[in-house]
């Protein structure tokens, strides 16, 4: 059994530590190799490129530059805002669409404000019958009152008649 053992522990000689490092860092090697390969083989596919023959090369003057450019796309409003009518009513004209360029005070749509011009001038004659109603409440307040006021001074013109009959009559008595 100590003979195995001793078998298994011997050193393996330094050519051969040596062969193995060495084939293991050819692996490596070639790995990397090959990996910059591909990396430089998909960046060379990913450019563009443009050929020589349509590139025009000319001389700069001094002047105006005059660029006429053709394109095509969908021009987005840089923000869009949602305006609701503070009442109900229906749309008769659109002047403005998304998208237009509109500036301040510039009018959008057109309304039917019928109904509501209708359903306001209905407001304004009830308040003036409230307005009425309150007027002639104080005119009829205002009557009683002065009534009241005439009972009152009636009924004192009475006591004083009582009064003055009363000291007449004490007076008689004595």
Not at 14 to 23: A, E, F, G, H, M
Not at 88 to 99: C, D, M, N, T
Not at 117 to 143: F, P, V
Request: proline share 2%.
């Amino acid at each position: 059994m100590q003979a195995d053992n001793q078998a298994m522990d011997r050193q393996i000689p330094v050519s051969v530590q040596r062969k193995r490092k060495v084939i293991r860092l050819g692996k490596w090697l070639c790995g990397f190799i090959v990996v910059m390969g591909v990396g430089a083989w998909l960046g060379s596919q990913m450019l563009t490129t443009i050929d020589r023959k349509t590139l025009v090369v000319s001389e700069v003057d001094r002047g105006t530059i005059e660029v006429s450019v053709t394109a095509t796309g969908r021009i987005v409003p840089a923000f869009e805002e949602v305006v609701t009518s503070p009442i109900s009513s229906r749309i008769l004209e659109v002047y403005a669409h998304s998208g237009d360029s509109v500036d301040v005070g510039t009018p959008l749509l057109r309304l039917d404000l019928q109904s509501a011009e209708t359903e306001m001038a209905k407001a304004l004659d009830e308040r003036e019958i409230r307005r009425q109603q309150m007027e002639q409440l104080r005119t009829n307040i205002e009557t009683q009152l002065s009534d009241r006021r005439m009972q009152i001074e009636v009924e004192e013109m009475k006591l004083s008649q009582l009064e003055a009959q009363l000291h007449n009559e004490i007076i008689t008595v004595r």
